[in-house]
């Protein structure tokens, strides 16, 4: 009988009332000198327009890169706060371009997890209210904690947990962003250690918000690994589907397949590179031309402005800041297209092709 070995399955939902995604997911196999770990994280974009899906497609992208050019893998929750600290810089860097801000109007949550595949001991990285769960003996354990103005006032005793979960509740503010601010600190939990039948669940707050822990942890009970993301989505929209929803679950699977894995372009475009091929980025470099050009065009046609709902930042200190990048959206349309040129991982399941699913 083959060994089980740790598969991880992902998808992403605009949900039923948003027009937009600004949700992504992506995982990696990395590791190096002998180390080698499975890379799996959730972001969940801020920032009206196209910049919430800029921000957190480039957190994914400077966090998957940063670990996969790792060399010293002797201290992973290291490389999870150096990983989490490059991708603010990134994130922030792009939301300041056009000027000197103490404070980027684009943000983005960020969950970043490394386990092992021998023993299924994880770590954990968050900068946000996007969260990690682990299912263990049908109960759902929340890992992480959020950085948003509801959880800080319940811990503060301000709030009781049921105005929390009211609709009237400001859930959507978050008090910790990646890209907003010059610096962040992420948040560190591990080593965990994933046991067989238990599940690692990443996900955004389009499903937590809307999907209670118990039928989170019924729908992981009855379904397959590979079925949950897809169930879990459909959940939360017959819950209304109000925002993005994002799922990434991680588990032994009996199957023996190894996990398949799809790499954002960037990372694959550095990878690339690392072998001495530079072709690739001249040509995505030309059909990301191509897609800004189409896409400057339609976005003239159709007038678009900045979206409505969505995550906000805290209240800003520098309401000008905010506003003079606001005044960047076209410019920053036209940089996203380098992004979605080429299909996105995100809504691709991570290990598709992979083992049977069982835990
Ligand atoms: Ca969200």
Redesign the pocket.
Same mark, same amino acid.
């Given at each position: 009988m083959p060994a089980p070995r740790l598969a991880a399955y992902a998808s992403t939902d605009v949900g039923r009332t948003r027009d937009h995604n600004? !949700?992504t997911v992506a995982t990696a196999s990395v590791g190096a000198g002998g180390a080698s770990y499975e890379a799996w994280l959730v972001a !969940?974009g801020?920032g009206g327009g196209v910049k919430g899906e800029v921000a957190s497609a480039t957190a994914r992208d400077r966090a998957l890169a940063t670990l996969v050019a790792a060399k010293d893998w002797s201290d992973p929750p290291r490389l999870l706060r150096q990983a989490m600290r490059e991708a603010n810089a990134a994130v922030f860097d792009r939301g300041t371009a056009n000027g000197e801000l103490s404070r980027s109007a684009m943000g983005t949550?960020l969950v970043l997890a490394l386990a092992d595949p021998r023993d299924g001991a994880c770590w954990l990285a968050n900068v946000g *209210? =996007?969260r990690a769960y682990i299912y263990a003996g049908g109960q759902l354990r929340q890992v992480t904690k959020d950085h948003s103005l509801v959880a800080e006032q319940v811990a503060a005793g301000i709030m009781t947990i049921e105005e929390a979960k009211s609709p009237e509740a400001p859930r +959507?503010v978050i008090t910790r962003a990646i890209g907003t601010d010059r610096e962040v600190e992420a948040d560190i939990f591990g080593p965990l250690r994933l046991a067989p039948g238990e599940v690692l669940l990443l996900c =955004? *707050?389009?499903l937590h @918000?809307l999907v209670a822990d118990e039928e989170v942890a019924a729908i992981l009970q009855a379904r397959p690994l590979r079925e949950a993301p897809g169930a879990l989505i459909a959940a939360a929209n017959r819950a209304g589907g109000s925002? +993005?929803i994002t799922v990434l679950v991680a588990g032994w699977s009996e199957g023996g397949t190894a996990t398949q894995v799809e790499l954002p372009p960037a990372v694959a475009v550095a990878r690339e590179r690392r072998r001495g091929v530079r072709g690739y980025a001249w040509i995505a470099l030309g059909l990301a031309g191509i897609a800004a050009i189409v896409l400057t065009v339609v976005l003239l046609l159709a007038g678009a402005g900045p979206g409505a709902g @969505?995550?906000e930042q805290a209240p800003s200190p520098t309401a000008a800041a905010a506003e003079s990048t606001t005044r960047q959206s076209t410019a920053a349309a036209v940089e996203s297209t380098t992004q979605q040129s080429t299909p996105a991982p995100a809504t691709t399941p991570a290990g598709a092709g992979g083992g049977q699913g069982s835990r």
């Open positions: 600004e !949700d !969940d801020m949550t *209210d =996007s +959507n =955004s *707050d389009g @918000g925002d +993005n @969505g995550k």
